[in-house]
DNA sequence: GCCAACGTTGGC
DNA sequence: GCCAACGTTGGC
């Protein structure tokens, strides 16, 4: 059987949630806008039928939501060459094109999120890009690593270890508005960098 | 090519 | 809000 690949991708509830992935026509949507190099190389890496994990960063609740399949793969992104994007690199040659997007369908939402908290504390996932490397955006998983995550989904949620005891506290009002300057596309153009 | 300044990500 | 990590930019 040929070999599948395991990624997680991440994206932030509130510009582009697996809800929008499952709403969205045919459940698919370009995954556009990614502008690093490292995640980029991973984008070409993708096979369709890949399976790729859904995770949600920054103010969302941090967790790993869904399953989405690989079902394009790697092709010039246009956003790079629109100077209307916010994606817009002035740099990139449509001659050469340098950023490159996939199409992701939604597969299945997990039974139930698994948070990074969870994560942190699961034995076998401490290698994990998500925990070593925070700023990649798109990054490999491998088989064993996505076989506990299902594992961890289909399971009841552990207890918060008592270590974690730290007082519910509410974030500052304003701890919730988003910069400005992080301004994101819409969900046609997720957040992805 | 070096590296300081700067910008962004993202957990806390 | 704070700040660590780290990628990118630009002066030299």
Redesign the pocket.
Known sequence: MPTRNYWLV?S?ADVFSFDDLLAAPNRTTGWDGV????ARNHLRAMRAGDLVLF??????D?AIVGVATVVREAYPDATALDSADPHY?A?SDPAAPRWFMVDLQAAERLPRPVR??EI?RTKGLENMA?L??????VQPVTDAEFAIIRRLAESPAAPAPKTKS?SVKA?????R?K?K??AKAKPAAK?K?
């Open positions: 991440k932030e502008r690093n190099y490292a995770y949600y960063s920054m103010e969302s941090k690199d740099k990074l908290e942190k998500l070593r490397i925070g700023r990649l955006s730290k974030k500052p009002a304003n701890a508005a910069p300057s992080r957040r960098r």
